[in-house]
């Protein structure tokens, strides 16, 4: 076997649909499940971060959002099937309420599920680094904008959310590195419809076809690196953490 290097795989990889439509799922998928963790992550963060009071309460709070993370990661995974599935909880509930004549059948073995997934198993990623910063704020700099006259809205957006996106950009990192590396919810939830780079990688390797497999890690690699330096130029962590 030759192991003079080549560019065959590279060729390979580009010119083939199935490996560039890997990339570009993956990048899609990210993104989505990057906006919902946020958007459920944010207000659940900001409630347990500086609408509680108590200190001991907002402990508990957080502990009950990483409960999940105390059993198996597959466990986790394959517990959405029967949520999602034709005869599944959602849609018997949805038919129970009468909102749905018929059951869904998008909720399961495709993108959606993959997503929803997703979504469920690293919210609390979003969760714990956003409810952080949000403790550290003053609140005695929020009572001086509400003496001034300043409203909610105002007061988020000059104050809360600038102070706390040192929060925002380590949860997205978190959810970036994880979300771009993914293959096993993909495999258990849409039924092998779902192809992401993480996919492509597991096949090839279990080919023991190597040059591809290392191609679409170097990728996937060269991926996150932009991700991540892309979110750090956001905020400088050094200095706000």
């Not at 919902?36 to 609408?51: C, E, K, M, N, S």
């Not at 949000?134 to 000059?158: C, H, M, Q, S, T």
């Not at 992401?196 to 990728?219: D, Y």
């Amino acid at each position: 076997i030759s192991s003079t290097p080549t560019l065959a795989s590279w060729k390979q990889f580009f010119a083939s649909d199935t490996y560039t439509g890997a990339l570009w799922t993956t990048v899609r998928i990210w993104l989505i499940v990057l906006a919902t963790t946020f958007i459920i992550g944010y207000p659940t963060a900001l409630f347990v971060g500086l609408f509680v009071k108590s200190k001991t309460l907002s402990t508990v709070l957080l502990v009950i959002c990483v409960i999940p993370f105390w059993t198996s990661f597959l466990i986790r995974v394959l517990a959405w099937r029967p949520m999602l599935g034709k005869e599944g909880a959602i849609n018997i509930i949805l038919q129970k309420l009468h909102i749905i004549s018929q059951p869904i059948e998008v909720l399961l073995f495709t993108e959606l599920s993959v997503i929803i997934g997703m979504s469920h198993i690293y919210c609390v990623l979003r969760v714990g680094p956003i409810a952080f910063m949000l403790g550290r704020i003053d609140r005695n700099i929020i009572e001086a904008a509400r003496d001034l006259g300043a409203g909610f809205g105002r007061i988020f957006w000059k104050i809360i959310f600038p102070l706390s996106l040192p929060g925002v950009v380590v949860g997205a990192i978190f959810v970036s590195v994880m979300v771009l590396g993914e293959f096993a919810t993909s495999g258990a939830l849409s039924g092998r419809k779902v192809n992401l780079l993480g996919n492509i990688i597991v096949t090839q390797v279990g080919s023991l076809k190597w040059a591809m497999a290392s191609v679409t890690g170097v990728i996937l690699t060269v991926v996150m690196g932009m991700v991540i330096a892309a979110f750090l130029r956001i905020v400088d962590l050094k200095r706000e953490l």
